[in-house]
């Protein structure tokens, strides 16, 4: 579909493969579109349902300067990239790559509840504002986060499986606990951590850099081998750290 506008009071797209381009498509209730094989592909298009907005592929999915919105927001597809544009859930946004990785890069992420990222591969936000109620990210083969923020009002974790975690010169942040974990190492450049908590796990090692980690509550460190510190602030109402 290209340069065409599609409305209804529901509406619902399948086919093995669906390419939007240009135009949009609007719904005043639930919004489906489904590739039952292939790959969605989205671009400079708008996808808004006054109800909830399902966008799943069999293939791919891709996105790139494309709003999409609604009030409860689920993507899927055997690998997710979204660039430019933003994503925006009245109620909880759920990004799920099946094997594969998930991009965002120069985006938006909103979710009202909770925003949940789910990658069998890799992991990667660049210059990306993603923020929610809880947030969630899940990755099989590390987490890269560089620009931009990570928000949570209640709690926010970040799992890269066995792969790293690389934070360059951006914020996290939570009103509840934060916790980053890998079975790999943490690198943080020029980073912003906050939480009401903070627990880093690593089974390799940590370095913070020119970085500033703080809580009024407990801040845990814990690595597989060593921990490296250059002008970097801890701040915390308890301090714990255990390396090799």
């Known amino acids: 579909v290209t340069g065409t506008a599609l409305t209804g009071g529901s509406v619902s797209l399948a086919a093995t493969g669906i390419a939007i381009s240009g135009g949009g498509v609007g719904s005043a209730g639930a919004l ?5 094989s292939g790959a969605i592909t989205l671009s400079g298009t ?16 891709n996105a790139a300067a494309t709003t999409l919105r609604g009030s409860a927001v689920w993507l899927a597809g055997n690998g997710l990239s979204v660039s430019g544009g933003g994503v925006i859930s009245g109620g909880d946004l759920v990004a799920q790559a099946g094997a594969g990785g998930v991009a965002f890069a120069n985006t938006m992420l909103s979710a009202v509840g909770g925003l949940t990222v ?5 992991f990667a936000a660049t210059n990306t504002s993603a923020a929610g109620g809880t947030v969630v ?30 934070l360059q010169t951006t914020g996290l942040s939570a009103g509840g606990a934060f916790a980053l974990a890998t079975g790999a190492a943490v690198s943080a450049t020029s980073t912003t951590m906050a939480g009401a908590s903070l627990s880093i796990t690593a089974g390799g090692d ?39």
């Open 32 to 36: 489906t579109a489904q590739a039952r």
């Open 206 to 244: 940590m370095a913070f850099i020119d970085s500033t980690l703080g809580t009024s509550g407990n801040l845990l460190l814990l690595a597989g081998e060593t921990v490296t510190a250059g002008g970097t602030a801890f701040s915390a109402g308890a301090f714990a750290l255990s390396a090799a």
């Open 137 to 166: 990210m899940t990755a099989g083969a590390g987490a890269f986060v560089s620009g931009g923020t990570v928000s949570a009002g209640g709690s926010l974790s970040l799992d890269a499986g066995g792969g790293a975690i690389t």
């Open 118 to 122: 789910v990658a069998g591969g890799a």
């Open 46 to 61: 708008q996808l808004t349902a006054g109800g909830a907005l399902a966008a799943v592929g069999g293939g791919a999915f």
